[in-house]
C-alpha cells in the first residue's frame, strides 16, 4: 500500500515535469508518447549487456512471434533497434505508465533478462494473466541478503514468475531460498557464453604451440608477466609473447618495460601483425582479441596476477587455449573453479609463471589437451537455448509449453 501511494505521488510529478519541457526520454518511459502496437512478448533489459547476452534468444523468438524490447538505457534501446526490432525505453514502475504500456502492446508473456525485480510491475502482469518468465537470472550473495530482509515484497514477485533459468548454480539456490517455486525452474542457460560457444574452434596449429598470450593485463601484472617471459627464452628461444593490455592507452609505458628488457618489440598500432621469435607483440589496439586468442596456444588471463578479480576465461576457451591464471578470479571463481577442475587450467603466480610455461612449451600434446578441454568446458556450460526458446514460445502462445525436462 504504501509502495502504491509513493508511486502514485511520483507519477503526478513526473508527468508535471515531461509536459513543461520533459525530455523525449521522460515521456517514453511514463508511456505519454506515440505508443507501440500489440506484441506477443515483451522483452525487457536492462542495457547493453542483458541485451547483448540474450540476442540469439530474442532474435529466434522474433522470428516467430511479435515481440517489443524495452530497456532502461537509450543505448540499450538503440542497440536492439539497430537489429531491426521495435524498441524503446521501459516504463517506469508507476501505475499509469505501466498501464498505459500494458494496455497498447498487450502482450502474453514478458521475457526479463538477467534480474530485475519491480513489485508494481509484478502485480499487474499477474493481475492482466500475463506469463512472466526469466533468463540468465542472477542474485548474488549481497543481493539475496538484502531481499531476504524484505519477504513479503520478494516472495509474491518470485511466486508469480512461470519459467526462470538461471544463469548459475548459486544464482538458482539463492533464488530458490527467496521463494521461486521449484515447477518454475529450467534448465541453467548462461547466456553470455552462447555466442562464443558458436565460434568454430581452430584446428591445431603448430604455430600456435610456441606463442603466448597475455589478455587483458592490468597495471602491475606486465613487469613479471615479461620477466617470465625472458627466463622463458633460456629453454625456448623461438617463443612468442602476445601482451595485450586491457588499456591502451598504457602501451607507451609497457613499451618501455619491454625495451629495458632488451626483448624484441613489435607494435599493432604500428602495423605489426605477429610477435618476432624470441620477443614481443604489443596488442595496443581495440576489438582484435579474437585474433590473439586465434594465434595463442595458451592464454594468461589478465586481472588475476593483481587484484583486479580476473576477465573472463571462456573467450580464450572458445578458442581452445590452454588457460593460465593467477590468484585473483573473484569475478568468475565459479568458473574458474571448473576449468581448474577439468585440467583446463592451471593456477600460477609471478614466481611459478616462467617454469609452467616452459613445461607446456615443451609438451604440445598437455597444452592442446588442456584448449580441448577448455572449449568441451564452455560447450556444456553454455547450455543448449533451441529448448528454452521453444519453451518460451509456448508459454507465449498460450498454449502448453514443452516439457524442459524431456529435451
Known amino acids: 500500500m504504501i509502495y502504491a501511494?509513493?508511486?502514485?505521488?511520483?507519477?503526478?510529478?513526473?508527468?508535471?515535469?515531461?509536459?513543461?519541457?520533459?525530455?523525449?526520454?521522460?515521456?517514453?518511459r511514463l508511456a505519454v508518447d506515440a505508443l507501440p502496437g500489440p506484441a506477443t512478448i515483451w522483452v525487457h533489459g536492462a542495457s547493453?549487456?542483458?541485451?547483448?547476452?540474450?540476442?540469439?534468444?530474442?532474435?529466434?523468438?522474433?522470428?516467430?512471434?511479435?515481440?517489443?524490447?524495452?530497456?532502461?538505457?537509450?543505448?540499450?534501446r538503440d542497440l536492439a533497434a539497430g537489429w531491426g526490432l521495435p524498441a524503446r525505453l521501459a516504463p517506469l514502475d508507476l501505475p499509469g505508465a505501466l498501464d498505459r504500456y500494458l494496455g497498447a502492446v498487450r502482450p502474453r508473456l514478458l521475457l526479463t533478462v538477467e534480474?530485475?525485480?519491480?513489485?508494481?510491475?509484478?502485480?499487474?502482469?499477474?493481475?492482466?494473466?500475463?506469463?512472466?518468465?526469466?533468463?540468465?537470472?542472477?542474485?548474488s550473495e549481497r543481493s539475496a541478503t538484502t531481499w531476504s530482509k524484505l519477504p513479503r515484497i520478494i516472495g509474491p514477485m518470485?511466486?508469480?514468475?512461470?519459467?526462470?533459468?538461471?544463469?548459475?548454480?548459486?544464482?538458482?539456490?539463492?533464488?530458490?531460498?527467496?521463494?521461486?517455486?521449484?515447477?518454475?525452474?529450467?534448465?541453467?542457460?548462461?547466456?553470455?557464453?552462447?555466442?562464443?560457444?558458436?565460434?568454430?574452434?581452430?584446428?591445431?596449429?603448430a604455430g600456435r604451440d610456441g606463442t603466448v598470450l597475455a589478455a587483458s593485463t592490468h597495471e602491475g601484472e606486465d613487469a613479471p608477466i615479461l620477466d617470465a617471459f625472458r627466463a622463458l627464452l633460456r629453454d625456448h628461444s623461438g617463443a612468442r609473447l602476445i601482451l595485450a593490455p586491457r588499456h591502451p592507452d598504457r602501451a607507451d609505458a609497457i613499451a618501455e618495460l619491454v625495451t629495458a628488457r632488451s626483448l624484441p618489440l613489435a607494435r599493432r598500432s604500428q602495423g605489426a601483425d605477429a610477435a618476432?621469435?624470441?620477443?614481443?607483440?604489443?596488442?595496443?589496439?581495440?576489438?582484435?582479441?579474437?585474433?590473439?586468442?586465434?594465434?595463442?596456444?595458451?592464454?594468461?588471463?589478465?586481472?588475476?596476477?593483481?587484484?583486479?578479480?580476473?576477465?573472463?576465461?571462456?573467450?580464450?576457451?572458445?578458442h581452445r587455449c590452454a588457460l593460465l591464471h593467477g590468484p585473483h578470479v573473484e569475478n568468475f571463481r565459479e568458473g574458474f573453479d571448473h576449468l581448474d577442475a577439468h585440467r583446463a587450467a592451471l593456477e600460477i603466480s609471478?614466481?611459478?609463471?616462467?617454469?609452467?610455461?616452459?613445461?607446456?612449451?615443451?609438451?604440445?600434446?598437455?597444452?592442446?589437451?588442456?584448449?580441448?578441454?577448455?572449449?568441451?568446458?564452455?560447450?556444456?556450460?553454455?547450455?543448449?537455448?533451441?529448448p528454452l526458446i521453444a519453451h518460451l514460445a509456448g508459454l507465449a502462445s498460450g498454449g502448453e509449453a514443452p516439457d524442459m525436462k524431456r529435451m
Not at 508511486?7 to 509536459?19: N, S, V
Not at 522470428?63 to 517489443?68: D, F, I, S, T
Not at 527467496?178 to 581452430?202: E, F, M, N, V, Y
Open 5 to 28: 501511494a509513493t508511486t502514485r505521488i511520483a507519477e503526478a510529478a513526473l508527468r508535471l515535469r515531461a509536459h513543461v519541457g520533459g525530455s523525449a526520454a521522460l515521456r517514453q
Open 48 to 76: 547493453v549487456g542483458e541485451l547483448t547476452s540474450a540476442r540469439p534468444v530474442i532474435v529466434a523468438l522474433a522470428e516467430r512471434m511479435a515481440v517489443q524490447i524495452t530497456a532502461n538505457s537509450e543505448t540499450g
Open 115 to 139: 534480474s530485475e525485480f519491480w513489485p508494481l510491475r509484478s502485480r499487474l502482469l499477474a493481475q492482466r494473466g500475463i506469463a512472466h518468465a526469466m533468463i540468465g537470472a542472477r542474485m
Open 158 to 205: 518470485l511466486g508469480r514468475i512461470s519459467a526462470l533459468s538461471a544463469q548459475d548454480q548459486a544464482s538458482e539456490a539463492r533464488l530458490s531460498r527467496l521463494g521461486l517455486p521449484s515447477g518454475a525452474l529450467l534448465p541453467r542457460l548462461d547466456l553470455k557464453l552462447i555466442d562464443p560457444a558458436r565460434i568454430a574452434p581452430p584446428p591445431h596449429d
Open 276 to 318: 618476432p621469435a624470441g620477443g614481443v607483440l604489443l596488442a595496443d589496439t581495440l576489438g582484435e582479441m579474437a585474433r590473439w586468442y586465434r594465434a595463442a596456444g595458451i592464454c594468461l588471463i589478465g586481472g588475476s596476477l593483481v587484484e583486479r578479480g580476473g576477465h573472463t576465461p571462456w573467450e580464450p576457451a572458445a
Open 350 to 386: 609471478a614466481d611459478t609463471l616462467a617454469a609452467t610455461l616452459s613445461d607446456l612449451l615443451a609438451r604440445p600434446p598437455r597444452m592442446r589437451a588442456m584448449g580441448d578441454q577448455a572449449r568441451a568446458a564452455l560447450d556444456g556450460r553454455a547450455g543448449d537455448p533451441a
